[in-house]
């Protein structure tokens, strides 16, 4: 069974950082594609960021392009996503996800892509 447990959420002024953290058992991420989504209250969720399963190609939505870096650390099988220039838009739950076989290739910005999700890290950004 794989799970997987973020972290790193909290409390932060507009122009900030934070570094949120993708924590997995059951499943070895340099083998695995990972992808960070995020909801707002009222909306849908929404693809952020992901890396293929090789860790060679990362893919961001628009609006966090060069805010944002995704990258894995594979001694702690953990993934990162790095958040810089945080914006108040940026303000969700933030989710990771992975797909239920490994090397899994895909389209990595859809939610049906991934399986297995974690229950989230509260990310809130002040103006």
């Known amino acids: 069974q794989v799970q997987l447990v973020e972290s790193g959420g909290g409390l932060v002024q507009a122009g900030g950082s934070l570094r949120l953290s993708c924590a997995a058992s059951?499943?070895?991420?340099?083998?695995?594609?990972v992808g960070w989504f995020r909801q707002a209250p009222g909306k849908e969720r929404k693809f952020v960021a992901a890396?293929?399963?090789?860790?060679?190609?990362?893919y961001y939505t628009d609006s966090v392009k060069g805010r944002f870096t995704i990258a894995r650390d594979n001694a702690k099988n953990t993934v990162w996503l790095q958040m810089n220039s945080l914006k108040p838009e940026d303000t969700a739950v933030y989710y990771c996800g992975a797909p239920r076989y490994a090397q899994s290739s895909g389209s990595y910005n859809h939610e049906g892509f991934y399986d297995y999700w974690g229950q989230g890290t509260q990310v809130t950004v002040s103006s």
């Open positions: 059951g499943r070895t991420f340099n083998n695995s594609a």
């Open positions: 890396m293929n399963w090789d860790g060679g190609r990362t």
